[in-house]
């Protein structure tokens, strides 16, 4: 209703400024007259059409009723005219929107525990990584590290070491514990291994150092233990292997005592022992992978990727294999 009554206002104002040009009075006066009822019809045709504009294109003050004003006053009936025929068509023939393609969400929280993959064959840690490097609040930090607790050791232990150089004290903690709890697991079984082994029969001997040399070797595998340590685990390992083998165990014993000799280095063993797993009863699936592993160390490239070329046709196409195919036959 206002809106109506400024318009009428400024109408008649506008009429009047032009009558005033032909009023019979000197000239200054005219001009004056026509000054001042065409400012008014102005002010009041902008204050009509700055209510009516909707709340985004009503600011910023006072820039936006000032340029309303000054097309109204500087451009005489054109521009009162112009500011009517762009303001009313706007208004009550807006023109239609197109049909929303995209719906907004919110951000999802991060899980407390990883989420279960059905179409991806290996878990990607590249996203807690970035979490704990990048998340400003310590609480998505803690979140992103109890999520691997649902994750293999190997894929976890990283992310672990990784949190304990983060600012947050509870992050740090938090860290140290799920590693120290994980090591101290191992370190416990390794214990009730090594109090049943004197008093363990021949037969219940050779279990037992087969038993150990998978625990020290966890040890490595998870990268638990570094340096000095590193090298005594693997030693351990390589050891309590050497004995589970002459106490008549093979199979998987022979392709990790493998391993461990890959490890350490020790070249001319782990072919030995790698060679007698591919003769034993185990799938060579198992087996050709660290055979491989074994040709690149020895600088044997050629045989690389006939090794490879022997796994299954579904080992080929998922990671690691699928980019080590393709780069080496």
């Not at 040009?21 to 204050?47: D, E, I, R």
């Not at 672990?160 to 370190?187: C, F, W």
């Not at 214990?191 to 998978?214: D, E, K, V």
């Not at 280095?265 to 003769?279: C, F, H, K, M, S």
Request: glycine share 6%; net charge neutral.
């Amino acid at each position: 209703m206002i809106s109506k009554w400024l318009f009428s206002g400024a109408l008649l104002l506008e009429a009047g400024s032009w009558a005033s040009l032909w009023m019979v009075a000197p000239q200054w006066q005219q001009f004056l007259a026509f000054v001042l009822s065409h400012g008014l019809a102005s002010a009041l045709l902008c204050a009509a059409v700055w209510r009516l504009l909707p709340a985004r294109y009503r600011a910023p003050l006072p820039w936006s009723p000032l340029f309303i004003f000054s097309l109204a006053f500087f451009v005489p009936v054109l521009g009162t005219l112009g500011v009517v025929a762009a303001i009313f068509p706007a208004l009550y023939l807006p023109r239609k929107r197109d049909k929303q393609a995209w719906q907004a969400v919110g951000i999802p929280t991060l899980p407390f525990r990883a989420q279960v993959q059905l179409h991806s064959p290996t878990f990607a840690d590249a996203g807690l990584q970035d979490v704990l490097r990048h998340a400003p609040d310590p609480d998505q930090r803690l979140a992103g590290l109890l999520a691997t607790r649902r994750m293999p050791g190997r894929d976890a232990v990283p992310i672990l070491k990784l949190a304990l150089g983060d600012p947050s004290d509870d992050v740090r903690l938090l860290a140290y514990s799920m590693l120290d709890k994980q090591e101290n697991d191992i370190n416990l079984r390794i214990q009730l291994a090594l109090a049943q082994l004197p008093s363990a029969n021949a037969q219940a001997a050779g279990a037992l150092h087969a038993t150990l040399a998978r625990w020290y070797w966890e040890l490595a595998y998870l990268g638990l233990a570094q340096g000095s340590v590193l090298e005594h685990v693997l030693n351990q390992a390589s050891e309590h292997a050497e004995q589970g083998l002459q106490a008549g165990k093979g199979g998987e014993l022979l392709l990790l005592a493998g391993r461990i000799a890959l490890e350490r280095g020790d070249i001319p063993r782990a072919e030995v022992l790698l060679n007698q797993a591919r003769a034993s009863d185990m799938d060579e699936a198992q087996v050709l992978p660290f055979c491989a592993e074994l040709a690149f160390e020895a600088r044997r490239y050629h045989e690389i990727g006939g090794l490879l070329a022997r796994l299954p046709e579904d080992m080929r196409q998922r990671p690691p294999f699928a980019a080590l195919v393709r780069s080496w036959t």
